[in-house]
């Protein structure tokens, strides 16, 4: 039997960001060529371009995959808690892990919002963070309206505050370039947050 062309190619850009990704865990994202690419993958340029057009192809088809992947085990998460307020600690949990295991999906990130200019991958990656703080913010407000945490609770200023926090334990792994703090700091920094929440103990 024939090779299936579209699972081939499929494959082939999935390995293309998988690579884009590993190369912006140790260096910025934004001085990653496609020479790069294709030299870490054993690939010439023309080769790398019959998957995908462009620079900003990659980069806009891995923001896709953060986003899949991201927001998939997020709500994995947030489905097998028993109740909302356990569901947004594994929420919380399940982005520290994500983190860990893709190092370079921060500095992709960071990277893409601090590009000058509008295009279509910095709108990409506003989407994505609009999109996760607008999950946390509901459920926030099942916990609030559950009476987990405190009624005069600010659900939009607290779901800012839960991306926040996890922003902030990324860029102190990014400083010390240790990133298993990130997993160490972030239970005692889930914990202060959930203090502020009002939420029993």
């Known amino acids: 039997m024939l090779p299936n062309p579209r699972q081939s190619t499929e494959s082939r850009q999935a390995e293309i960001i998988a690579t884009m990704l590993a190369l912006a865990a140790g260096r910025n994202p934004a001085d990653i060529t496609t020479t790069d690419i294709a030299k870490a993958m054993n690939l010439t340029q023309g080769a790398l371009f019959r998957h995908f057009p462009s620079k900003e192809a990659i980069r806009l088809a891995v923001a896709e995959w953060v986003e899949a992947h991201l927001m998939a085990r997020l709500e994995a998460a947030r489905q097998a808690a028993p109740d909302a307020l356990r569901g947004l600690e594994a929420m919380f949990l399940a982005h520290v892990q994500f983190i860990r ?11 893409e919002l601090q590009q000058a200019g509008d295009s279509p ?34 659900c939009r200023a ?9 922003q902030g334990l990324v860029i102190q792994a990014m400083l010390v370039e240790v990133p298993v703090e990130v997993d160490e700091q972030a239970a005692g920094v889930l914990r202060l947050y959930l203090y502020g929440l009002g939420a029993r103990p």
């Open 101 to 111: 295991e893709f190092p370079g999906v921060p500095r992709f990130v960071f990277a």
């Open 121 to 154: 991958v910095r709108r990409r990656v506003q989407a994505i963070m609009q999109r996760h703080r607008q999950s946390v913010a509901e459920v926030l407000e099942s916990a609030r309206a559950m009476q987990l945490i405190r009624q005069d609770l600010d």
């Open 158 to 166: 607290a779901a800012s505050l839960f991306l926040g926090a996890i």
